[in-house]
C-alpha cells in the first residue's frame, strides 16, 4: 500500500554505475537536494546494469556521502524483457527491449519502491531528455534533449503521466561533453568511464545473436525472394531482421535485403531495397504521452528507429491504441517489433510498437477516406 506521507525534498536517483546518471545524481547532490541511490540487479554479467555497474554505482553514493540501495529485479527483467525478446525473435520481429524496460522494469518499479520504502515521491535518471508541465491540456509534456546526438525521449514514450509528473531528468539541459567535464569537476569515480556502446543484453552477452543463442535452438530454413525462389538456406529467423543486407551470405547481382520474415513457413524473404521501403503501417499499444489522444489525424514528423531522422507522415487513430501511419514517400526499414515515435518539434506527442508494412503499389489512387490532418499547437 503506498504510504501518503511524501517527502518532497528527497529524490530517488536511479544509478546504472555509468556516467550519465553518476553525474544526475551529483548535480541534484550539488543542488541541496537529499538524493538517495538506487540500483536495480538485472542480471549477472559484465557492464552497466550489471555486477560491475552495481559497484561503480555503490562507489558513487559513498563518494557523495549518501546511502545506495539494491533491488533484486531479475525475475521482473527475465519476464518482461528477455521473455518478452526470445518470444518476439521466434515470431519474426525485432523487439524494441529499451522502451519496454523503461515502462515495466525500470521508471515504474523504482517509482513504486520509493514512494513504499522511503515515502519520496521524485525518482531521476541519467536520461537526456525534458519534462514540462503544460496547463492548457492539464499535461506534462516529453520533450527532446538539447543534446539531438544523445536524445534519448525515443525509448521514453512508454512512460504514463504518473511517471512523467514524478520524474527528473538533470541531463536534459546538457551537452555530453557538459557532463564529462561536470563529472572531471567532481572528481567522480565514473569521469572516464568509457560509454556503452550497445544495448545491456549485448554489452553482457558480446551480440545479441549470442543471447539469443542460449533460447533459441537452430532451426534451418529457406532464404528465398518475393516470388518464392529459394536462394539460400538460413539456420534461424532470429538471426534476421527487416531491411539487413549484411550477412545474408548470398551472392547476387544487386543488394539484397530482408523484406520480411515468415515465422509459420521459417522463411527469410528478400528483395531489394525498394521492396523493403513502403508508405504505410500500422502502430499498437499506442502511448498518447504530451497530448490527449486526438480524434482526427493528425500530421507529425514520425521516427521509426532510435537513430533515423524523423519524417513528416500522417497518425490516423484507429482506436485508443491503435493508429495508421502514412507517409508521401516509401521509407526504408520499418520493422515489426520496433518503436515508432511522432513528434510535434521538440514535443513528442505519442508512440507504439510496429505491427504490420504495407507496401502501396499505387499509394496516389488509394482513397484516403480521411479529413485534413490537424495541426498540433505547442
Not at 545524481?25 to 552495481?54: F, P, R
Request: net charge negative; aromatic share 8%; with cysteine.
Amino acid at each position: 500500500m503506498i504510504k501518503t506521507s511524501i517527502s518532497l525534498q528527497k529524490i530517488v536517483v536511479g544509478l546504472s554505475g555509468g556516467v550519465d546518471s553518476s553525474v544526475a545524481a551529483a548535480i541534484l547532490h550539488n543542488q541541496g537536494y537529499d538524493i538517495v541511490g538506487l540500483t536495480l540487479w538485472l542480471m549477472k554479467g559484465k557492464g552497466q546494469c550489471c555486477s560491475e555497474g552495481m559497484v561503480d554505482a555503490a562507489t558513487i553514493c559513498e563518494q557523495l556521502g549518501v546511502f545506495h540501495h539494491i533491488v533484486d529485479a531479475r525475475d521482473l527483467f527475465q519476464e518482461n524483457i528477455i521473455n518478452y525478446l526470445v518470444t518476439g525473435y521466434q515470431e519474426g520481429i525485432t523487439p524494441s527491449p529499451c522502451s519496454q524496460c523503461n515502462r515495466a522494469v525500470k521508471f515504474g518499479p523504482m517509482l513504486q519502491w520509493a514512494k513504499n520504502e522511503l515515502d519520496v515521491a521524485k525518482i531521476a535518471t541519467g536520461h537526456y531528455a525534458r519534462i514540462s508541465y503544460e496547463s492548457v491540456s492539464d499535461r506534462y509534456q516529453l520533450k527532446r534533449a538539447v543534446d539531438r546526438n544523445k536524445d534519448q525521449s525515443y525509448f521514453l514514450y512508454d512512460l504514463s503521466q504518473e511517471i512523467l509528473s514524478s520524474c527528473v531528468f538533470p541531463l536534459g539541459e546538457l551537452h555530453k561533453s557538459e557532463t564529462r567535464a561536470i563529472a572531471n569537476q567532481y572528481n567522480l569515480s565514473t569521469a572516464n568511464k568509457p560509454e556503452s556502446q550497445d544495448l545491456c543484453l549485448v554489452e553482457s552477452h558480446g551480440s545479441m545473436q549470442t543471447f539469443l543463442e542460449k533460447y533459441i535452438a537452430p532451426q534451418p530454413g529457406d532464404i528465398v525472394d518475393t516470388k518464392g525462389k529459394v536462394l539460400g538456406q538460413h539456420q534461424g529467423i532470429h538471426n534476421y531482421t527487416v531491411g539487413q543486407r549484411k550477412g545474408l551470405g548470398l551472392a547476387a547481382a544487386h543488394p539484397l535485403y530482408v523484406v520480411s520474415i515468415d515465422p509459420k513457413k521459417n522463411q527469410v524473404i528478400v528483395g531489394s531495397r525498394a521492396e523493403v521501403s513502403d508508405h504505410e503501417f500500422y502502430v499498437k499499444n499506442v502511448n498518447w504521452v504530451s497530448i490527449n489522444a486526438p480524434t482526427a489525424p493528425i500530421s507529425a514528423e514520425i521516427q521509426v528507429r532510435y537513430r533515423t531522422e524523423p519524417v513528416i507522415g500522417t497518425v490516423i487513430p484507429m482506436d485508443d491504441q491503435l493508429v495508421k501511419i502514412i507517409f508521401d514517400e516509401p521509407i526504408f526499414g520499418i520493422t515489426p517489433g520496433q518503436a515508432a515515435v511522432w513528434y510535434d518539434g521538440e514535443i513528442l506527442l505519442g508512440g507504439g510498437i510496429i505491427e504490420k508494412a504495407i507496401a502501396l503499389e499505387n499509394p496516389a489512387n488509394q482513397p484516403l477516406g480521411i479529413s485534413q490532418p490537424e495541426q498540433i499547437n505547442s
